[in-house]
């Protein structure tokens, strides 16, 4: 898979376990991280593209799409975890927020922008039976809240 740097990132440096007991991480730390986020964010959707293309059965092609969307959506309800929102608010980076909790929620919104590009460029491929990640489930709740105000004022 070509998710290996993002897992080793969000996985195990950016893993609470690892950064207990440790000082805030310094803004030059914070923009090597980012850095690597981002540039991994773009190798990853060339690579996909290149390899995907590359098979020439469909078959091939669906499991390795599919594969892909597993692994960001396991990555994605790893960084909720992280997080522990309690609802889809907290999900967008804040002014006061830590440099730690600015990189998991840019993790997230890499992953994001990786999935939608699995959806869109990937179609025939794209699992959408899958389980849906955390963060989406919230942002639903988030959506639908509105609604159910207004439906329990006409009932």
């Known amino acids: 898979m070509k998710l290996e740097v993002l897992d080793e990132l969000i996985s195990e440096s950016l893993h609470p376990r690892n950064l207990i007991n440790k000082a805030p991480i310094p803004d030059q730390q914070f923009e090597n991280w980012n850095s690597i986020l981002l540039q991994e964010k773009e190798r990853i959707r060339k690579r996909l593209k290149q390899i995907t293309y590359g098979y020439s059965k469909e078959s091939h092609r669906r499991l390795y799409i599919q594969q892909h969307q597993s692994a960001i959506a396991r990555l994605k309800n790893q960084l909720v975890d992280f ?73």
């Open 83 to 155: 997080l522990m929102p309690k609802d889809a608010t907290v999900l967008a980076e804040q002014e006061d927020d830590v440099n730690l909790v600015r990189l998991y929620k840019r993790c997230l919104i890499a992953l994001d922008e990786l999935m939608n590009f699995l959806r869109d460029e990937f179609r025939p491929y794209f699992n959408d039976d899958e389980k849906m990640p955390a963060c989406r489930l919230l942002i639903i709740q988030q959506e639908l809240k509105p609604r159910l105000v207004r439906m329990r004022k006409y009932l």
